[in-house]
């Protein structure tokens, strides 16, 4: 039965009441209108048992709320993720376990919400209540109509229910890495590269992560990014003190990173392999002193192109984990692609076998900007919860990593409603990449571990090409020279190093590879010129 024709006639309530429900006979010729209405969710409750009553707040935007109506319905358990995406359309393939007697707008006031009791022990002043008996994931739809009946608009949300069943569940583990980077600002006036884009976004986010503290999770934050806010304003500097605090809890992990982030197939291919170990070693520095923690160098996280002579790499410099995007590794199986692979498996490079998890995509999906961040943050958590519940019990249990986009910019609202709620998740397990790796068993086919080879690059994200890379050679061997007789401390020493560096950024592109090369040229002929070597020597 469509939407429209769950409101009939009666639609002033004047209907059949039974328990609480209410069943309403199609209006004739009622049809949806668009573009005119707007329903939003505001705040819900996240999880809830027995005896406990689901609220549910919205806001709503129509042109005549005096005569509309507000009919909320609940949908029997979703079964499958597939089913559950659809259901983010307001596609739900479940049948409707109860639909509530229509509602005046009006008569919910300025801020309208409904509650709806689960399993109440008494029925008394519970016009709705919902009777569960299994836990699971089950859609909620607010309708609201107009005085004729015409649908005109519709919002879907999602009631996760955790019954007694749920006792004996397997925690599903989340490892949530949190990208904490912008592109480096360019250009030949500048000794000491800032941060391009809105650093505000960066203020949102660890303002969300001090404010949370209570959940793991990894931190993927960008040398450069942290260096250049703290050589900032004052709201710049709190940023990176916020997340220098979120950081001492104990229960998050901070991941040793390059300097900026490097197009890796793209530095071997132009033989900068050499120029990794800088970027690291320059990278673990500014961590340690501007963050105070102790960034950890076995987990490598990177949903970019990947090569195998890249994993090989990382492999050399210690990386014994690594979590890439999906696509650039070879598909599964098709019966083990029926419910959410949840498990890691083996990366294999031409010589290297590293331990490996892939990105879930369609839960990265959830941190893309909307209209309505509580209800993205909402979809997320039950997203989770379908996860969980695919394979409640399994011994050995399972994990996904989620990774934002790229181009994700923090949400105050989002964060706030997904970190409560992972934080409150009674089938969720907030851990970090490392726990991850260490809770969950690997992925098996047959008694063997499941692995996965590097795709060819033409299925890969899109990289990056470095074209200046025999420019960025011929630079290190004068300033080695330089770094040898000329004190450490010398602040065109550093300058030159962090040009150099700046310009192996995947985020620039190659005229602003230009603009941070040639001043590092200009820099190294200046120190030349201030040593005087003994005999015919040169640097």
């Known amino acids: 039965m469509s939407r429209p024709a769950r409101l009939g006639a009666a639609v002033a309530m004047m209907a059949l009441s039974v328990a609480g429900m209410v069943a309403l006979p199609a209006q004739a010729g009622a049809q949806a209108v668009t573009g005119k209405s707007e329903i939003s969710l505001t705040s819900q409750t996240t999880w809830v048992g027995d005896n406990q009553a689901f609220e549910v707040g919205f806001s709503v935007n129509t042109p005549d709320p005096a005569n509309s109506v507000v009919q909320v319905s609940v949908f029997g358990a979703l079964s499958t993720r597939s089913e559950f995406i659809a259901s983010l359309s307001g596609q739900i393939h479940t049948r409707a376990m109860r639909v509530f007697n229509p509602i005046n707008l009006d008569s919910l006031g300025s801020s309208p919400s409904v509650s709806i009791a689960v399993n109440p022990r008494s029925l008394a002043h519970t016009p709705m209540f919902v009777p569960l008996s299994v836990s699971g994931v089950y859609p909620v739809a607010i309708d609201l109509y107009d005085g004729s009946g015409n649908l005109l608009t519709q919002l879907t949300t999602h009631l996760v229910y955790t019954g007694p069943d749920a006792a004996s569940f397997e925690r599903l583990n989340v490892a ?13 006036g500048s000794s000491s590269p800032g941060v391009a884009g809105n650093p505000a976004d960066l203020l949102t986010l660890s303002s969300a992560l001090s404010a949370n503290t209570s959940v793991a999770l990894t931190v993927a934050a960008t040398p450069q990014t942290v260096e250049g806010l703290d050589n900032g304003p004052p709201a710049e500097r ?16 901070l991941l040793a990173a390059p300097y900026v982030q490097l197009d890796l197939p793209s530095m071997l291919a132009g033989g900068l392999d050499g120029e990794i170990s800088a970027q690291l070693a320059a990278g673990t520095d500014v961590l340690a002193s501007d963050l105070h923690a102790n960034p950890i160098g076995d987990t490598w996280v990177d949903t970019g192109p990947l090569t195998a002579a890249v994993v090989d790499a990382l492999a050399t410099h210690g990386v014994r984990q690594l979590v890439v995007a999906d696509q650039s ?23 290297s076998h590293l331990a490996g998890a892939a990105v879930d995509e369609e839960l990265a999906s959830h941190f893309e900007s909307t209209s309505n961040e509580v209800l993205a943050a909402h979809q997320l958590l039950a997203d989770l919860a379908m996860v969980q519940l695919e394979l409640p019990n399994r011994r050995g249990g399972r994990g996904v990593v989620i990774v934002p986009p790229a181009d994700w910019r923090p949400d105050a609202t989002f964060l706030s409603a997904f970190l409560e709620g992972l934080a409150t998740a009674p089938m969720l397990a907030p851990v970090t990449v490392d726990q991850l790796f260490s809770a969950v068993t690997p992925f098996e086919t047959g008694s063997n571990q499941l692995v996965r080879e590097v795709v060819p690059s033409a299925g890969q994200p899109r990289g990056q090409t470095i074209d200046d890379a025999a420019a960025i050679r011929a630079l290190r061997q004068p300033l080695a020279s330089l770094a040898a007789i000329v004190p450490a401390s010398t602040p065109a020493i550093t300058q030159v190093e962090r040009r150099i560096l700046v310009s192996e950024s995947a985020d620039i592109s190659e005229k602003q590879r230009a603009t941070e090369l040639a001043p590092a040229t200009g820099l190294i002929q200046q120190l030349k010129d201030l040593v005087r070597l003994p005999g015919n020597q040169s640097i």
Do not use: M
């Open 238 to 253: 709190t940023a990176v003190a916020q997340l220098s605090q979120s950081l001492a809890e104990g229960n998050r992990e």
């Open 329 to 351: 590794l070879s598909p599964l199986p098709a019966v083990d692609t029926v419910r959410t692979p949840a498990q890691p498996f083996i990366i294999d490079g031409k010589v």
């Open 176 to 188: 949530l890495v949190v990208p904490f980077h912008a592109a480096p600002t360019t250009g030949a």
